[in-house]
């Protein structure tokens, strides 16, 4: 079982910036993270980040015969991105939405994902533990 995480724009800047909204933990401290509960479940991780839209669209179409499935923060693509919603219906994976703080709790826009339409659901608001409990949904999802 393969699971490609992708991360969105401003996500290298975690730890470093706004740690009352998104925490302490930087993005390799996450990633490190997430491979360790990958290894203990037997599972193998791709780890990336961009903050630009194409490379992450060239990623989600070349995720196709690599991956069997992908967890995704768009962070702010996630309102913006009809390129990266395409490029998830188009590459036919099961792909998991996951944010760090609860989306549903803050500003009006961010409730409005265009994301979690193509996705198999949306996990929001538990921290760096959201990427863990995005694992998680991966793998329960390619054991149906
Ligand atoms: O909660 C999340 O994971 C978000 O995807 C983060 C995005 C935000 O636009 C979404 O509404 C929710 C923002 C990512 C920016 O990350 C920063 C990290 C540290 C300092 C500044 C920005």
């Known amino acids: 079982m393969k699971i490609l995480f992708l991360n969105g724009p401003n996500l290298n800047l975690l730890g470093q910036r706004q740690p009352d909204i998104y925490g302490k933990t930087t993005l390799a401290e996450i990633e490190e993270r997430v491979r360790s ?11 990336r980040q961009s903050n630009h839209e194409g490379e992450l669209v060239t990623w989600i179409q070349q995720a196709k015969g690599q991956f069997d499935a992908i967890v995704l923060n768009p962070a702010g693509y ?3 991105s009809v390129a990266m919603r395409d490029a998830i219906s188009a590459v036919e994976l099961p792909a998991i939405e996951i944010h760090l703080s609860n989306v549903h709790a803050r500003e009006e826009f961010r409730k409005n994902t265009i994301i979690a339409a193509v996705c198999c659901g949306q996990i929001s608001g538990f921290g760096a533990e959201s990427y863990i409990l995005g694992l998680h949904a991966a793998l329960s999802i390619k054991l149906k």
Request: proline share 0%; glycine share 8%.
């Open 37 to 47: 509960r990958a290894k203990e479940l037997g599972a193998a991780v791709d780890f």
């Open 78 to 80: 996630t309102y913006t």
